[in-house]
């Protein structure tokens, strides 16, 4: 029985013979419960999630609001942010009160798995001004990726997956990768690469092994040296 005002309220009950048996009871209102209602937007992982409360109520005013994340966390704020530890589904709920009146509202929110976006270049950050360099792609996604983009620093970009890029002036470059995945989900990276006119040059060496004038070939010494 839905109760919205006070008075007497019956309950009859009749059987498969036919028989009834009628109860009465009266109920007074002491106030009334919220109606509760939030949304949320889907974040990516390692984003916090939103939760607009649109709760309401007719008569009186609202007291408290107790949200639980589904996670362990708690919140006793109207509108919260929650940021989750982990790509999954949860169930929320609020619960709404207006003095000893009470309500609660549940719904399952999805934060998305986020792809970790990686690079490497061929022979290290340090080359040569004109040298061509080789950007790899090493990036890992639980879900596929959609798209790339690469911002070398010097004001190109590429969308390959692994292009290659020669930088013309001597300095420090920021070269950001980006990389999208199927789900909406972003991430970045960024890594200095150091462009210079003239490389140092190598240092001295030794052979260790093997040794001057020692070296054999089917049991047969053979001269030589360094």
């Known amino acids: 029985i839905n109760i919205i005002t006070a008075g007497d309220y019956s309950v009859t009950v009749t059987d498969l013979l036919g028989c009834t048996d009628r109860d009465t009871n009266t109920y007074s209102l002491s106030g009334e419960a919220p109606v509760v209602l939030f949304l949320a ?3 990516c992982f390692g984003d916090s999630t939103s939760f607009v409360n649109q709760s309401t109520i007719t008569i009186g005013a609202i007291d408290s609001y107790e949200w639980d994340f589904g996670n362990g966390h708690t919140s006793f704020e109207e509108s919260p942010k929650q940021l989750y530890q982990a790509a999954d589904t949860f169930l ?37 001004t004109g040298s061509i360099l080789q950007f790899s792609d090493t990036s890992t996604s639980p879900v596929a990726i959609l798209g790339y983009q690469w911002t070398f620093g010097d004001g190109n970009t590429s969308t390959e997956q692994n292009p290659k890029h020669a ?21 970045s990276v960024l890594k200095q690469i150091t462009i210079t006119d003239a490389m140092p040059l190598p240092g001295g060496f030794r052979l260790s092994s093997p040794l001057n004038h020692y070296l054999t070939y089917d049991n047969t010494p053979i001269a030589f040296s360094w």
């Open 41 to 43: 937007d889907t974040a």
């Open 167 to 187: 930088y013309a002036l001597e300095q420090n470059y920021q070269a950001v990768f980006r990389v999208l995945a199927t789900n909406g989900c972003t991430d």
């Open 92 to 128: 929320v709920r609020l619960t709404a009160s207006s003095g000893v009146c009470s309500s609660f509202y549940e719904d399952t929110i999805l934060v998305k798995a986020r792809p970790k976006a990686g690079f490497e270049v061929d022979y290290g950050y340090e080359h040569c």
